[in-house]
């Protein structure tokens, strides 16, 4: 997972308009072409991508053309579940299909104790925004502290990684190939050791 150290900053004249609808309504105009929510969805995704760097959220792969995986704005509260947050910039992230998909979280109830107000409310998940994720969910760590195989250290840590998938073995497959080709000059291996990683990366993308 990714500390973020902001959330998407929204004109607050688009924000009132969004403020204006309906809470039961809200889900539905999320997929509207209103100029407000257009704008919104926009600002999300422009400033969700630079902020993150163009990784995801959750599982830190990356994202768009160069990790070849679609960019999904994700609400941290499902819309589905919790409308009258659809519209609240600290409620979204930038994720991956994947992650957002409906193999993982999907509508999964994220909310451990509602509250009147977004900020008040508690959370089974680790809050991007809000939770210091390294109290929580950190990599496992090996000689050489590789960002590879990640691992729950809290009660909270524990039910996101188990609840998002963050330790299955296809993430971790992707990660350390990611590891590899960004390390590899520094790896100084000999290059028929290096020819065979290769080769049994390539293998690992035909596979997947």
């Not at 919790?82 to 993982?104: D, H, M, R």
Request: include cysteine.
């Amino acid at each position: 997972m990714i500390k973020l150290p902001r959330w998407a900053s929204i004109d607050p004249e688009v924000q009132k308009k969004l403020d204006a609808i309906s809470v039961d309504l809200r889900p539905k105009r999320w997929y509207g072409r209103a100029k407000a929510v257009v704008n919104f969805k926009d600002e999300i995704l422009i400033q969700g991508r630079l902020i993150q760097q163009e990784r995801c959220a959750w599982c830190t792969l990356p994202l768009g053309a160069e990790g070849r995986r679609t960019v999904h704005r994700d609400h941290i509260a499902p819309s589905s579940l919790y409308p009258q947050w659809t519209f609240v910039a600290k409620n979204l992230v930038i994720s991956c299909e994947y992650c957002n998909g409906l193999a993982v979280k999907s509508d999964i109830d994220t909310i451990k104790e509602l509250k009147h107000t977004y900020d008040d409310c508690e959370f089974h998940i680790v809050h991007p925004y809000d939770d210091e994720v390294e109290l929580h969910i950190q990599f496992d760590n090996d000689r050489d502290q590789l960002p590879v195989v990640i691992k729950g250290i809290s009660p909270k840590g524990l039910w996101t990684v188990r609840n998002m998938k963050l330790d299955d073995a296809g993430l971790a497959r992707e990660r350390a190939k990611e590891v590899f080709y960004e390390q590899r000059g520094q790896l100084r291996l000999p290059a028929q050791e290096e020819d065979l990683i290769v080769s049994a990366l390539d293998a690992m993308n035909v596979a997947l």
